[in-house]
Structure formats: structure tokens, C-alpha cells
């Protein structure tokens, strides 16, 4: 669900009073165009810093998406993303300043020279300390549903924290460093999750499916998961599946809610859990042609 997004001014009078407790008078403030998850997004200006701002009204039915985002930061930042400097919910308004960090969205086209810097996060991200469970959800509680019933087990293998949606407009590389941005689906769960995020993502910009899995193959999490010999089989026989989704309709995989979003997260799910998740006895993943699915086949629940 996309927002309308909304300039600065138009925010109530005591919401901008409540910001400028935080940062001192608001000189200049820029909607910055990018993204579709916040009501606001601008870049604030005052005499002596420069803070990005986003939000939402406190009802609105996406605003536990922020309230994620505000609840793992303490967590990933400032390591990977960028720190949440204050918080400001007045006027039924829910807004988060954070630190301004420059840099451009990645590349994650065939033979991009980003895709390095972009495996240099991933990895990164896989090291980072697992929050409580309090913080934030698992794998299977998001995704369980959208598996076969038998998975389950293989789902509590892993307690790595994921950020589920390594998307390019998610990645920012900078001139020194680089950034993890918008964390409104962090999750706990097997390390191979986001590497097969990320092979979809790859694919969404125009790699072919053994192509992606080439690329993403030398994370640790699919190193470990691999049996030795077993890299021949890409996607099994849902790789055609996957690359005509991607040709027809490029669409995030967790913001799409309908038939084309469930079979996406299937596919995931239905890849990974055969490629680089243990089976029963501890062995890596097993590289087992999966069945095909057709996207109006697909009437699992809805993602959360």
C-alpha cells in the first residue's frame, strides 16, 4: 500500500513545534520523492545540522511498519543504517528524525560494479547481535504459512537477523561507506533468507536466475548451506516461473498483497527452503526440483 505523500507545510503547527524541540527552527525543509511507505519524507534544514524526516499519522494501517523500524534501529544502527536521533509523536502524527546520510541507490544490474559493495552489507548484516524476540518477529511467524506444513522445523534452524527487503532503493552507497535503509520488515530467522531475498531482487533487475545465484552464491549463509556438488540445479523447474513473473511484472515481494506478491514469497520460500536450508538430518539444502506454481494458484493469506 502506497502513501500520497505531503509536504512539510502542510504538517499541523504543533507537530512542527515538537520537531523543532528537538532540532532548533526548521529553515528549509525538502519532500524528498523517493519511496512510497511515508506520509512525509523531507530533508530539514535548521542553522546548524541537517536531519531526514519520516512519517505517517498514527492510525494509519501501515504505522506498525514504523514502529518497527523505530524498535530495530538501536540494533543496526549505527553499524548499517542510519541512527533514529529523536522521535516525535504529537497531533496523531508519528514521526522519526534521523541522521542525514548521503549516497546513491545501488545498481543491481547484470555486471554491475555495486553488486560487491551490496554482498560487502549482506554479509555484514549477517553478523550483526540477534535482537529478543520481544523486538522483533521470526520467519516462520511471517512466512510459515506460504510452505509446506513439514518446513516448520527447518524454519527454527536459524536465529540470523534479516532485513527481507534488500531492494535497490533500499541500498545506499556512499563516497566512504555504505547504508541499509527503511528496516519496516526486520525478522529473525535462517541466514540463507536474505540472499534468496536478494536473488529475486537480481533478477527483478534483469539477471537470469542462474546468473543471481551465481552472484549471491558466495555469501557464508549459502556456502554453508550448499551439499558439495550441488550448485547444477537453479530454481529446479520454477526457474522459468520466477524470470516470466519478472519479465511481465517486476513488483516488490513484500509489498504486493495479491496473487502475483504470494507467489513471489512462495517461490522464495519453496527455493530456499530447498537450496540452503538443512533437512531433517542436518544436511545442507537439497537442490530438489520443486513444483512448479502458477501465479492464479497461488491463495495463500496475505503477507504480514
Request: hydrophobic residues 40%; aromatic residues 6%.
Amino acid at each position: 500500500m502506497s502513501m500520497s505523500r505531503i509536504d512539510w507545510e502542510y504538517l499541523p503547527e504543533h507537530v512542527h513545534h515538537a520537531v523543532e524541540a528537538h532540532t532548533g527552527p526548521v529553515i528549509k525543509a525538502e519532500t524528498v520523492s523517493g519511496g512510497k511507505n511515508s506520509q512525509i519524507a523531507a530533508c530539514v534544514s535548521t542553522a546548524d545540522q541537517l536531519v531526514f524526516v519520516k512519517g505517517m499519522p498514527s492510525d494509519h494501517p501501515q504505522h506498525p511498519s514504523q514502529q518497527r523500524e523505530a524498535a530495530i534501529n538501536p540494533y543496526v544502527a549505527p553499524r548499517l543504517a542510519p541512527t533514529i536521533l529523536w522521535r516525535v509523536q504529537d497531533s496523531g502524527w508519528d514521526l522519526l528524525g534521523f541522521e542525514n546520510v548521503s549516497g546513491r541507490q545501488a545498481d543491481y544490474g547484470p555486471r554491475s560494479p555495486d553488486l560487491p559493495r551490496v554482498l560487502q552489507l549482506a554479509g555484514e548484516l549477517a553478523q550483526v547481535e540477534t535482537p529478543p524476540a520481544s523486538v522483533v518477529r521470526s520467519v516462520e511467524q511471517r512466512w510459515a504459512a506460504h510452505a509446506d506444513p513439514g518446513a516448520a522445523e527447518r524454519w527454527r534452524a536459524g536465529r540470523t537477523l534479516l532485513h527481507t527487503d534488500l531492494a535497490s532503493h533500499n541500498v545506499l552507497l556512499g563516497e566512504t561507506r555504505d547504508w541499509l535503509i527503511d528496516w519496516a520488515w526486520p525478522t529473525v530467522g535462517p541466514a540463507w533468507v536474505d540472499p534468496v531475498v536478494l536473488i529475486l531482487r537480481l533478477m527483478e533487475a534483469g539477471h537470469t536466475a542462474a546468473q543471481a545465484d551465481m552472484v549471491c552464491g558466495v555469501l557464508p549463509a549459502c556456502l554453508a548451506g550448499r551439499r558439495p556438488g550441488g550448485g547444477g540445479v537453479v530454481l529446479g523447474c520454477q526457474r522459468a516461473p520466477v524470470e516470466e513473473h519478472y519479465r511481465a511484472r517486476p513488483r516488490t515481494v513484500e509489498a504486493a498483497h495479491g496473487p502475483h506478491g504470494r507467489a513471489m514469497v512462495q517461490l522464495l520460500v519453496g527455493y530456499g527452503l530447498n537450496r540452503y536450508a538443512p533437512d531433517s538430518r542436518g544436511r545442507g539444502g537439497r537442490d530438489r526440483r520443486i513444483r512448479p506454481l502458477a501465479v492464479s494458484q497461488a491463495k495463500r493469506p496475505a503477507l504480514s
